[in-house]
């Protein structure tokens, strides 16, 4: 934290070997791995394991009854190519995981998820999720009215997802 307010570039380093080397603003939004996109951010990316599919000119992200669709500026150049049929990961910050019935009313790829924990952090509520038995985190407007044992709708800023290699952990698409 005091790196991200204070620095103009910061090394991030994993076993004594650099990861990647950036300003703030860009190791949150265009981290290069698994381990930085981790390491920066609180609380810390949520990564979801999932197949890659493709059915026309769409991409999906497959994870247990879900299909998420991949926006096609993510897929530019054919870099998911390699990946259709093969599961990778996918990222997305708790801040973009939203509850807020604006942002459901114009999404429309919505997820069911199950709340186990609520966090009142003042200005925001973390919320602790289960979706389709994986957990998740979102960090939410405080106007939400979600309870623990409540079952939800929530939806991904789509624009803000990150895709990564399973094998190698490194970035495919920011």
């Given at each position: 934290?005091?790196?991200?307010?204070?620095?103009?570039?910061?090394?991030?380093?994993?076993?004594?070997?650099?990861?990647?080397?950036?300003?703030?603003?860009?190791?949150?939004?265009?981290?290069?791995?698994?381990?930085?996109?981790?390491?920066?951010?609180?609380?810390?990316?949520?990564?979801?394991?999932?197949?890659?599919?493709?059915?026309?000119?769409?991409?999906?992200?497959?994870?247990?009854?879900?299909?998420?669709?991949?926006?096609?500026?993510?897929?530019?150049?054919?870099?998911?190519?390699?990946?259709?049929?093969?599961?990778?990961?996918?990222?997305?910050?708790?801040?973009?995981?939203?509850?807020?019935?604006?942002?459901?009313?114009?999404?429309?790829?919505?997820?069911?998820?199950?709340?186990?924990?609520t966090?009142?952090?003042?200005?925001?509520?973390?919320?602790?999720v289960?979706?389709?038995?994986v957990?998740?985190?979102?960090?939410?407007?405080?106007?939400?009215?979600?309870?623990?044992?409540?079952?939800?709708?929530?939806a991904?800023?789509?624009?803000?997802?990150?895709?990564?290699?399973?094998?190698?952990?490194?970035?495919?698409?920011?």
């Amino acid at each position: 934290t005091e790196a991200m307010t204070m620095g103009t570039r910061i090394v991030v380093m994993k076993d004594g070997f650099i990861q990647q080397v950036d300003t703030p603003q860009h190791l949150y939004d265009l981290p290069c791995n698994m381990f930085v996109a981790g390491f920066i951010g609180s609380p810390q990316m949520n990564f979801i394991n999932a197949t890659l599919a493709k059915e026309g000119t769409t991409y999906t992200l497959n994870f247990d009854k879900y299909k998420v669709p991949v926006p096609a500026e993510k897929a530019q150049g054919g870099k998911l190519d390699a990946y259709v049929g093969k599961e990778v990961v996918f990222g997305i910050r708790p801040e973009h995981v939203h509850d807020e019935p604006d942002f459901l009313a114009k999404s429309d790829c919505h997820l069911d998820a199950n709340v186990d924990v609520t966090e009142l952090m003042g200005a925001e509520i973390y919320l602790y999720v289960n979706i389709g038995g994986v957990p998740v985190t979102a960090r939410v407007e405080p106007t939400s009215t979600a309870q623990p044992g409540d079952n939800i709708k929530v939806a991904f800023d789509l624009s803000k997802i990150h895709i990564f290699d399973k094998e190698t952990e490194q970035t495919i698409t920011n």
